[in-house]
């Protein structure tokens, strides 16, 4: 089992910058595909980027290419998600979700506002 926990939210001036951070526990944590999701309020979980165990692949959302970018250090367990270009439809709360031979497992979030 794996415990997430996802930093680096806050309030941003849209066409700005964040970097989030997801930190695990646990030590098979080289061993999970890692992901980001994100939920607006009224609005359903959805998919934002994922990175393969090994780092080599990642997948992005369609609207949030060439801005987002996912990356890992499986020295410290954590992933990342840097955001460029923030817009107000970019506001949510951030999900950092991590799987392993068929079992997910979540953090509890961190919210993400972008002004206009």
């Known amino acids: 089992q794996v415990q997430l926990v996802e930093s680096g939210g806050g309030l941003v001036q849209a066409g700005g910058s964040l970097r989030l951070s997801c930190a695990a526990s646990?030590?098979?944590?080289?061993?999970?595909?890692m992901a980001w999701f994100r939920q607006a309020p009224g609005k359903e979980r959805e998919f934002v980027a994922a990175i393969t165990s090994s780092g080599r692949s990642t997948f992005y959302t369609d609207s949030v290419k060439g801005r987002f970018t996912i990356s890992r250090d499986n020295a410290k367990n954590t992933i990342y998600l840097q955001m460029n270009s923030l817009k107000p439809e970019d506001t949510a709360v951030y999900y950092c979700?991590?799987?392993?031979?068929?079992?997910?497992?979540w953090g509890k979030g961190t919210l993400v506002t972008v002004s206009s």
């Open positions: 979700y991590g799987e392993r031979l068929g079992m997910g497992f």
């Open positions: 646990g030590r098979t944590f080289s061993g999970y595909t």
